[in-house]
């Protein structure tokens, strides 16, 4: 599956954006996704992600209660509803999907665990 990111762009503090993340040629039927950041100089870590089918969802602590991530398994895509956006959420944002064979109840938020990415998408939130 190819992975497609939209919705990127310049934001100001405390504004809102919702990423999009359309698998093309294939669905996320089994597929854990999730959604990553990398800012200049850091590794790249996970901020917000489901397993497959929907049954959990994982939230990186900066993110709580600000950022949601959902499916429309309809559309084959995956969103990132982001809120209250601070200055350093500012990075590439990249979704991802791991292959599940069977439903599970944890979240892996390892990078290197991931099957297919996406090319990336800039945020930007100025202050």
């Known amino acids: 599956a190819q992975l497609v990111e939209s919705g990127g762009g310049l934001v100001q503090a405390g504004g809102s954006l919702r990423l999009s993340c359309a698998a093309s040629?294939?669905?996320?039927?089994?597929?854990?996704t999730g959604w990553f950041r990398q800012a200049p100089g850091k590794e790249r870590a996970v901020v917000a992600g489901m397993t497959r089918g929907g049954g959990m969802t994982y939230y990186a602590d900066s993110v709580k209660g600000r950022f949601t991530i959902s499916g429309d398994s309809a559309k084959s895509t995956v969103y990132l509803q982001m809120n209250s956006l601070q200055p350093e959420d500012t990075a590439v944002y990249y979704c991802?999907?791991?292959?599940?064979?069977?439903?599970?109840?944890?979240?892996?938020?390892?990078?290197?665990?991931?099957?297919?990415w996406g090319q990336g998408t800039q945020v930007t939130v100025s202050s």
């Open positions: 040629g294939g669905s996320f039927g089994s597929y854990d």
């Open positions: 991802a999907a791991k292959y599940r064979r069977y439903f599970s109840n944890t979240y892996s938020t390892a990078p290197s665990e991931y099957d297919f």
